[in-house]
C-alpha cells in the first residue's frame, strides 16, 4: 500500500475545505419547466477533482461547467474504466432545497470505486463539495412538482497508455441536470420485454456496482423491446429464468398469499446480480413502517409472475430507482405473448401509495430525516469515519460485496 502523506492512499481523500471556487460570469438562460427533458440541460458550474498514483488527491475546484481535454488512450476510451451515481436536489413547498438520502450514494460510489479500481475517498467530504456546488446553480432547482435538479457524480480513468490496467489519473466531475419526469408518459403503466437469451448481470460480475460498463449492453436490448412495443427489459437469469432488474431499476411485486394477506416482493441482494438502490431500500423501510403486509427478499420467477397474473395471486408490479421513482408495470412480452399485469386503480395502488410518500419527503411536505436540507448536511467526526472504513473492510471480508448496505446514515 502507498503511503501519501503519512496516510494509506487508499484511505486518503481530497478535503471540502481545501474547495477552490472559479464562478462563471457568464450564466446561461434557464429553460421553462415544460421543456427540461431528462438529462437535456445543464447547469452553469460542475466540480472538478483530479487524482494521481504518485500524489494522491488534489485539491477540489467549482469551475464553470466546459467541456473535457483529453487523449485519445485515455482508458475510460478503451477499458470503459468508470463510474457514476445518480441522485437530486429538490425545491420544497417552503422553497427550501433537500438532498434525498444522500450519504447513500456517497458510500454507495466508494463500493463502486473499490470494484473498479478507482481511488476511494470520504463521502462526506464529496457531499460537503456537492453541497456547494448546488448552492451555488440553486436558481436551476426547478419550482414544479415532478421536477428536480438531477446531480451526476463520475470518475474516470485517464492515462493515456493502452495497456489494460488500472488507470494511474482519475478525474472525479459532477455536473448538474434541471429535469423533468424521466418518462414522458408521467406515472404510467409500461410495457416490458423479458428475453431470456439476454441478461444484465450475473454471479461474481459487477451488476452491484454502478458504472457504465454495466449499462452499455442493455441499449441493444431496449431497442430489441421497442420493437415488441415495450419501453423496457425485464431481466431473467438462470435455469429457472429469475427476475432480477427491470431496465436499469429495481422491481417490486405485490402478491395476494392463499391466506389472503398481501406480500411485497423483491429480489434479494445475495446474487450480486442486483444494484442496492437507494429508492429500493425506501420503498422496503416504507413497507416496514406502514406494518400492513408481508415485506420479503427472495427467488421471484417470470413463471411465478405470469401465473401469479393469471390467477390473480398478482395484485401489482412495479419499478424504482432514481431517475423515475417508481414505474408501475402494465404488460410483459414474453415468448412471443404479451401478458397483461394487474394495474390497481389509485386508491388501491401500493406503488402509488409510495410514490406520494416519497414525494412528500422530496418536497418537504412533511419532516422526515431522508430529506436533507441542503445546508445541513450530516457531520462526521474524523474518529467516526475511521470507524466506518474499519467496518466497512470487515463486512467486505465477512460478506459478498454486493450485500454491503451498510450505510450508518439516515
Not at 477540489?60 to 482508458?75: E, G, S, T, Y
Not at 405485490?254 to 429500493?280: C, H, Q, W, Y
Request: net charge negative; with cysteine; charged share 25%.
Amino acid at each position: 500500500m502507498k503511503v501519501i502523506d503519512g496516510q494509506d492512499q487508499a484511505f486518503s481523500s481530497f478535503r471540502s475545505n481545501d474547495l477552490n471556487i472559479e464562478p462563471n460570469h457568464e450564466l446561461k438562460m434557464k429553460p421553462e419547466v415544460e421543456d427540461l427533458g431528462f438529462g437535456k440541460h445543464f447547469t452553469d458550474h460542475m466540480l472538478r477533482i483530479k487524482w494521481t498514483a504518485t500524489k494522491g488527491w488534489g485539491k477540489p475546484v467549482i469551475c464553470p461547467l466546459q467541456d473535457f481535454r483529453m487523449h485519445p488512450a485515455a482508458k475510460v476510451f478503451h477499458y470503459a474504466q468508470e463510474l457514476y451515481e445518480g441522485m437530486k436536489a429538490y425545491r420544497g413547498v417552503d422553497n427550501k432545497i433537500r438532498l434525498f438520502r444522500p450519504m447513500l450514494n456517497m458510500s454507495r460510489m466508494v463500493l463502486t470505486a473499490r470494484r473498479s479500481c478507482l481511488p476511494e475517498f470520504e463521502p462526506i467530504e464529496l457531499l460537503r463539495c456537492i453541497q456547494k456546488l448546488v448552492e451555488m446553480d440553486q436558481d436551476w432547482v426547478p419550482n414544479a412538482a415532478s421536477s428536480s435538479l438531477y446531480i451526476r457524480p463520475t470518475m474516470i480513468g485517464i492515462e493515456p497508455t493502452l495497456g489494460i490496467a488500472p488507470s494511474s489519473e482519475v478525474e472525479l466531475f459532477v455536473i448538474l441536470s434541471p429535469v423533468g419526469p424521466y418518462f414522458s408518459s408521467g406515472f404510467k403503466p409500461v410495457n416490458l420485454l423479458a428475453d431470456p437469451n439476454f441478461v444484465r448481470a450475473w454471479p461474481g460480475g459487477s451488476g452491484y456496482s454502478k458504472m457504465g460498463s454495466n449499462y452499455a449492453p442493455t441499449l441493444y436490448i431496449g431497442q430489441l423491446a421497442a420493437q415488441h412495443n415495450c419501453h423496457q427489459a425485464l431481466w431473467l437469469y438462470g435455469p429457472d429464468q429469475e427476475i432480477t432488474e427491470v431496465g436499469s431499476m429495481n422491481i417490486f411485486i405485490m402478491f395476494k398469499k392463499a391466506n389472503g394477506r398481501l406480500e411485497l416482493v423483491t429480489p434479494p441482494l445475495d446474487s450480486g446480480l442486483i444494484l442496492p438502490g437507494v429508492t429500493r431500500r425506501s420503498v422496503l423501510e416504507f413497507a416496514h413502517d406502514f406494518d400492513e403486509f408481508d415485506v420479503t427478499e427472495r427467488k421471484v420467477t417470470i413463471k411465478d409472475i405470469l401465473n401469479g397474473a393469471r390467477d390473480g395471486t398478482v395484485v401489482e408490479m412495479f419499478g424504482t430507482g432514481t431517475a423515475a421513482i417508481v414505474t408501475p408495470v402494465g404488460n410483459i412480452y414474453y415468448d412471443g405473448v404479451m401478458n397483461s399485469i394487474p394495474v390497481p386503480e389509485a386508491s388501491k395502488s401500493f406503488a402509488n401509495r409510495v410514490m406520494g410518500a416519497l414525494s412528500d419527503v422530496y418536497y418537504g411536505r412533511v419532516k422526515h430525516p431522508w430529506g436533507v436540507l441542503i445546508d445541513e448536511l450530516p457531520t462526521t467526526p474524523k474518529e467516526d469515519q475511521i470507524k466506518l472504513q474499519k467496518r466497512m473492510e470487515m463486512e467486505r471480508m465477512e460478506r459478498s460485496e454486493n450485500e454491503q448496505e451498510i450505510y450508518s446514515y439516515p
